[in-house]
């Protein structure tokens, strides 16, 4: 005797409703997120283990919340310090963890490195989180779920678990910025479709988010928040906007704290859209306004209260980025100062805090691709040709600009919202590096600014659109094939990085 699925208010299954949801969503969408999602498993099989940027702790507090149930406190934090449990420390006996060599292969040794995973070894180690253990738990609970699938499995087979679900986050990434060009957009489906099949070929969001690392989370996080700011101010603010808005902002938030950067442009985004209703009833916006944030912001209060409370854990170490006084020791203007010369030239009144081209070396070579902890990189002729190859998508992009002018014009809200979000989350950025840097010799990588990598899929988008309607999907086309090479050129650097 079979018995028929519940039904929803309505008369519609849960199960219809969910294809019916998932059939509304653009099929650029889920090519964006397939190519992204493969992309990132191929650099989850190919990256040596523990080769991703701070790998070693992140996998520690996977590993500690998943044996455990608890939240590992900060106990050693300090940057470079490494405490991993007995398993883990077997395993990098294996694949020697390494911040500029290369593990070495020895058969003989792999087979004694499995020997030795094969026994019970200790996995209940709080300080192998390290300094990881300041982070918010929400993409360590996500990772203990392969984890934990895996259980039975050896180290190396949970490892390579957690990295292929954590490429699924590169597909949400590719994804929404999909969903954000298109919606900057709507004419040019084929303009969106580029800029998100760029981002999914992108070779530093890739190679990240086929590791272990929270950034993974927070790139797609920011893709979402990106996405929601600009459909809410494209059609106007509603609860189910404003909570899409808040949402994106809390996972954001509680995968890592350079999404404290996106709350002025939330902030600004939501006082624009009231602002421009004034004349009307402000009390239909203003209910979905509070509730963006307070979903936004809310549960990230709470991770500081309950982690006071409940785990030991002081809230400076989830807001220590945000404080006036610094290890370094120097006061708002010396911070300001070092901030402006991270991004731009140094002005004649500045003293010079940082001792080389920084905007260039680190920001477009490491976009370009700075791989493993900044220890290999393309050729510089490479980084030649993508900085004139970057030049003429810019290029593109200003003509399509002056194509449409009015239309520029018309949306300078949006554009005013846009630049604050991506100023603040540079100056985070660069408060942090500030904090943990030594002058003149920034720690300092790309990926820390690929929160902001829809900017870079409308750009894409902007100088496909630069052709018009005749040629711009030729265009297109072109800027694709370039970026998949780009993509496939990386791979096979780290290939011969790692295997040759």
């Known amino acids: 005797m079979s018995v028929a699925a519940p039904a929803m208010p309505g008369g519609v299954r849960p199960l219809a409703r969910v294809r019916a949801r998932a059939a509304a969503v653009p099929r650029g969408f889920w090519a964006c997120f397939v190519i992204a999602f493969v992309n990132a498993c191929v650099w989850a099989v190919v990256t040596p283990s523990f080769q991703v940027p701070d790998e070693v702790p992140h996998i520690g507090y996977v590993q500690y919340l998943a044996e455990t149930g608890r939240v590992p406190r900060p106990m050693d934090t300090q940057a470079g310090h490494f405490d991993p449990s007995q398993e883990e420390l077997a395993a990098m006996a294996g694949v020697p963890f390494s911040y500029q060599g290369t593990p070495s292969w020895d058969p003989q040794n792999d087979r004694g490195v499995q020997k030795a995973l094969s026994g019970k070894l200790d996995r209940k180690h709080e300080a192998a989180a390290g300094a990881a253990a300041n982070y918010p738990p929400l993409y360590y609970a996500l990772e203990a779920i392969p984890y934990r699938v895996f259980e039975g499995g050896s180290f190396f087979d949970r490892l390579l678990a957690m990295r292929i679900f954590s490429a699924l986050f590169a597909g949400f990434t590719a994804g929404f910025c999909f969903l954000f060009a298109r919606e900057l957009f709507p004419g040019s489906r084929w303009a969106a479709l580029a800029g998100g099949l760029a981002v999914a070929f992108q070779p530093l969001m890739s190679f990240v988010s086929g590791g272990v690392n929270p950034e993974a989370l927070l790139y797609a996080a920011s893709a979402a928040l990106f996405f929601a700011v600009a459909r809410t101010l494209r059609r106007g603010l509603t609860m189910r906007r404003a909570l899409g808005i808040g949402a994106a902002l809390a996972v954001a938030l509680l995968a890592k704290g350079t999404a404290f950067g996106f709350v002025p442009g939330v902030i600004l985004a939501l006082a624009l859209m009231i602002w421009c209703e004034r004349k009307q009833s402000l009390r239909p916006l203003l209910k979905p306004a509070i509730a963006a944030v307070a979903l936004g912001v809310v549960p990230f209060l709470a991770w500081l209260v309950f982690g006071k409370i409940f785990f030991d854990r002081p809230a400076g170490t989830a807001t220590a980025g945000l404080s006036a006084t610094t290890a370094s020791g120097g006061g708002i203007n010396a911070q300001l100062s070092y901030v402006w010369q991270l991004y731009l030239p140094r002005l004649p009144f500045m003293h010079d805090l940082i001792a080389f081209n920084v905007p260039r070396i680190i920001w477009f070579d490491g976009f370009v691709g700075r791989l493993g902890y900044s220890s290999y990189a393309f050729p510089q002729w490479v980084n030649n040709l993508a900085l004139w190859i970057a030049g003429g998508l810019v290029a593109l992009a200003g003509v399509a600009i002056v194509r449409f002018r009015a239309a520029v014009r018309a949306r300078w809200m949006e554009v005013l919202v846009y630049f604050t979000m991506c100023a603040g989350v540079m100056g985070a950025v660069g408060l942090a590096i500030y904090r943990l840097s030594s002058f003149g010799a920034p720690v300092a ?56």
């Open 445 to 500: 990588q790309a990926r820390y600014l690929l929160p902001l990598i829809p900017v870079y899929a409308a750009l894409i988008a902007l100088a496909s659109r630069a052709g018009g309607r005749r040629f711009g999907p030729a265009i297109a086309a072109a800027i694709v094939v370039t970026m998949s090479a780009h993509g496939f050129a990386a791979v096979m650097l780290s290939i011969h990085q790692y295997y040759t």
